[in-house]
């Protein structure tokens, strides 16, 4: 029983199903003295949209949902609030029962719907630039936290007619490799034919650098690999993101450059252009030379404001000529357009205080 006592919830006796993934969910049912198939069949039912308790799960022997609904519980989130950008990205704020919030953004485009979803509250990870990273390190989401944040924005859009979500990506608050059992749960219930039925090549996983979780990663799923890199030298980097003072940025990249993947999948690499830090043709060159040879794809973006004066966008002639210097140099590069900066839900400015802002204004209580 000690396994399932680790996807209890935190306040109730019960057992939440959505922390479970299926192998979980089958020693479950078999500590009820039920088959193992019926651990297969209850992961079905837990991630149809619409079901909310036992009584729906129409092929389930009745004695046996009177068991389940005695010892466990399938949490979802109720309590949320939603606010649309102009260009069409939407953002969700959660409250966790905590009284924690979290947020992920839900960003439409012509042929996909991806989802950016959080994996901790706050981050430990300090990088200069991010609010969320300002918030310092609150805690970790459980696997049904992350997952929750999926069914409901999946069960949202479908109401919404806004299709069906297509892709998941961790780019939300908190680093998710320092979130990794929970997120390796989080990616089996994604995957699970059964559960939410992602494939692996439309589900990222975004890193600041953990290396050593970065290669757990690619020895035991075969999602994206998303790096944050953000400089070429380590002088820049450990100024910007304190993690590289722990995995200077040789060894970070050399980790991608052996990273366990498919053949043709490329690392994505993200570099944001910070006006007079990163973004000479000077570090252009240097990040040429640093990445000779490692698989990759690289995106670049523009800082969005977070009150920090230090950190400024450089402007769209100097984002330019920094992606033309890689190109012309072999390397493939995108220029990323933030999402949702009118609501402040583009990448770094996730902190939960949209949230508090509004029910401060719902309740009158803002100066
Ligand atoms: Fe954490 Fe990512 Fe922000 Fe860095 S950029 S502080 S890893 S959330």
């Known amino acids: 029983m000690k396994k399932i006592i680790a996807g209890m919830h935190a306040q109730s006796p019960k057992t939440d199903l959505r922390n479970l993934t299926q192998k979980q969910l089958v020693r479950f049912v078999e500590s009820l003295g039920q088959p ?40 979802r989130f109720d309590d949320f609030q939603v606010e649309c950008s102009r260009d069409g990205a939407v953002k ?55 997952v929750n944040q999926v069914c409901a924005v999946r069960d949202w859009a479908l109401t919404h007619d806004r299709g069906p979500l297509t892709n998941l990506v961790f780019m939300g608050m908190g680093e998710p ?73 040789a060894e970070l990249v050399e980790t991608c450059r052996t990273y366990r993947q498919k053949r043709r999948k490329r690392i994505m690499f993200e570099y944001t252009l910070l006006d007079g830090i990163n973004d000479s043709d000077r570090d252009a060159e240097q990040l040429v030379d640093l990445l000779r040879g490692v698989p990759c794809k690289i995106n670049l973006l523009a800082v969005n404001p977070t009150g920090d004066p230090a950190y400024k966008n450089p402007g769209q002639d100097r984002i330019l000529r920094f992606q033309h210097i890689l190109r012309s140099r072999g390397h493939t590069v995108f220029i990323r357009q933030s999402r949702g900066e009118d609501i402040a839900a583009a990448c770094g400015q996730l902190a939960g205080k949209w949230w508090e802002k509004k029910t401060e204004e719902k309740t009158g209580q803002a100066d």
Request: glycine share 6%.
């Open 92 to 146: 969700f704020a959660f409250l966790l029962e905590d009284g924690r919030l979290i947020e992920s953004v839900l960003i439409p485009e012509e042929d996909r719907n991806t989802l950016c979803v959080s994996s901790q509250v706050g981050c430990a990870m300090g990088c200069g630039f991010c609010l969320t990273g300002t918030m310092g390190f609150i805690r970790n989401l459980t696997t049904a936290e992350i």
């Open 177 to 249: 490799l320092a979130n990794f059992d929970h997120l390796l749960d989080a990616i089996s219930i994604f995957t699970e034919q059964r559960g939410l039925d992602f494939s692996n090549r439309r589900i990222t996983v975004s890193t600041c650098g953990l290396v050593p979780q970065m290669k757990k990663l690619g020895d035991l799923t075969d999602v994206n690999l998303a790096v944050s890199l953000h400089a070429a030298n380590d002088a820049v980097r450990s100024r910007l993101m304190p993690i590289n003072n722990r995995y200077p940025i």
């Open 36 to 75: 193992a198939f019926r651990g297969r069949q209850l992961l079905a039912w837990i991630y149809k949209p619409g079901i909310i308790d036992f009584s729906q799960m129409t092929d389930l022997a009745k004695e046996f949902r009177a068991i389940l609904a005695q010892s466990a519980t399938m949490s």
